[in-house]
């Protein structure tokens, strides 16, 4: 079946950690995507990236890093730089196009990030 | 970069009412605007969209208003049921030709018994 894997499920950092959170797919999408989730915050966007070695910053990217080396595979590294990176971290990927294509997000299950 | 303002934050609804969600969002050059549906500790899923050029989409329970001249869509569910307990978020890309999705902030639904 066609979709996006997260992993780890869930993640303790300790303090001054960089931890990297995995997101792989098999749909074929060009664009992939990363979100931090925080209760009353919504989703709001680290990174995205539109094509292989090639990612923007999002609205909230700092202290967070990202690559692209295969379609197919987007990880995310929370550095000690982060805060307070506590949160739900979601990563999710659309094809590209117009219409639905491209607001069509399919979203992985999430990785539960905690700092120890 | 494109604003979207989703409305109420919490929603308490008995079992067999409707439910009714509002988003308002400010660019108008979008094509396509969708709902997703998040439940507890999973990611969120595309539940319903609706073309701009259409003033309403229903999927059984689920329907979308669409109000292009008040820049407003909103996620009506008919004879909600304690399984729509989950958290609902509407969308629009953040530009024209954009690949950003800006999501609102939620609406936390409870249906009771």
């Known amino acids: 079946d066609g979709g996006i894997t997260q992993s780890p499920k869930y993640l303790f950092r300790k303090e001054g950690q960089n931890v990297t959170l995995s997101c792989e797919q098999n749909l074929n999408h060009d664009a992939m995507y ?49 805060k307070n990176p506590t949160a739900f971290y979601l990563c999710a990927s659309t094809a590209r196009g117009t219409g639905r294509l491209n607001t069509e997000a399919f979203f992985g299950q999430g990785t539960r990030l905690t700092v120890v | 970069q494109q604003q979207v303002k989703q409305s109420p934050q919490s929603l308490i609804v008995q079992k067999g009412g409707i439910s009714i969600i509002n988003c308002a969002y400010e660019n108008t050059a979008f094509d396509y605007f969708p709902w997703y549906q998040q439940f507890p500790g999973k990611g969120p899923a595309l539940l319903i969209a609706i073309r701009p050029d259409v003033s309403e989409k229903k999927e059984g329970r689920f329907t979308i208003s669409f109000n292009k001249s008040a820049k407003q869509f909103s996620l009506h569910i008919m004879d909600s049921q304690p399984g729509d307990s989950a958290t609902y978020f509407c969308a629009a890309p953040s530009g024209a030709g954009s690949y950003q999705l800006t999501f609102g902030k939620g609406t936390k639904l409870s249906v009771i018994p």
Request: glycine fraction near 8%; charge should be neutral.
């Open chain 1, 34 to 82: 990363w979100y931090r989730q925080d209760p009353g915050q919504g989703l709001r966007l680290i990174y995205y990236s539109q094509i292989v070695n090639d990612f923007q910053k999002g609205d909230i990217a700092e202290g967070y890093s990202v690559s692209r080396e295969k379609k197919e595979s987007f990880p995310l590294t929370v550095t000690s730089a982060q």
